[in-house]
């Protein structure tokens, strides 16, 4: 069963369009009402394609997508609006959006797009949160944000501080959730001289860190003998 996340602030469309996509195809559909905590909502339900309204309250449709594409949130995207200037649907497609729908619209056809958009992309296209923008200071996360600007994370209400060298090993881990990355290039990419005293204190470094937050629920450090590191949210 196909997971929709409905933006739309109109709950009577909202709960209308829920149940005729029930009754017509198989989808299992959240609707959410605002833009706020959009990334929130998405990580936390896995959608496998969003319907977003344009003039949302709080975070506006166009912002909502914005921030999913420079996350690297690239799951199929269909907006619903009633602005129908061809400005507007321009703007909408230079965000990465993969259809556009004018206001009202026939259920059928909306079916009709959906299932297209999914054909084009039959296992989805990949939720990477945290994989964004390399120069990226902060990222947010159910649960957890880590904050390279003063160096913390804060899992459950609770502050955890880093060391500059710690903070750098955690940023390039964070930039690459959910992939392994090799000892030797999370060494490279703290840009510490390769020596062997430098090497040596990367793994100590290395080891702190996870006996530090191998407890937390927030998110896991996972140690691959011979290939790597790999961190999860």
Do not use: W
């Amino acid at each position: 069963m196909k997971k929709i996340l409905l933006f739309e602030d109109d709950m009577l469309l909202a709960e209308m369009t829920k149940l005729n996509l029930e009754l017509v195809g198989t989808y299992n559909i959240h609707i959410a009402n605002t833009g706020k905590k959009s990334l929130e909502r998405i990580l936390t339900f896995s959608p496998d394609i969003c319907l977003v309204d344009i003039m949302l309250p709080e975070k506006n449709g166009y912002e909502v997508v914005r921030e999913m594409r420079l996350n690297h949130i690239n799951i199929p995207v269909i907006f619903i609006s009633a602005l129908t200037a061809p400005e507007d649907a321009l703007v909408a497609f230079e965000l990465g959006c993969d259809d556009y729908i004018r206001k009202p619209f026939d259920i059928f056809e909306l079916i009709a797009r959906i299932n297209v958009a999914l054909r084009i992309y039959p296992e989805g296209k990949k939720i990477q949160p945290g994989k964004t923008n390399k120069n990226a200071l902060v990222f947010k996360f159910p649960g957890v944000t880590f904050n390279f600007i003063n160096n913390t994370i804060e899992c459950d209400n609770i502050a955890y501080n880093l060391s500059p060298y710690e903070s750098d090993i955690m940023r390039i881990l964070v930039n690459n959730i959910g992939e392994i990355v090799s000892y030797d290039d999370l060494f490279l990419k703290t840009g510490r001289e390769k020596t062997e005293k430098n090497r040596k204190s990367f793994y100590v470094i290395l080891s702190n860190l996870r006996n530090k937050f191998n407890n937390l629920d927030c998110f896991t450090i996972i140690t691959y003998r011979r290939k790597g590191i790999k961190m999860v949210v």
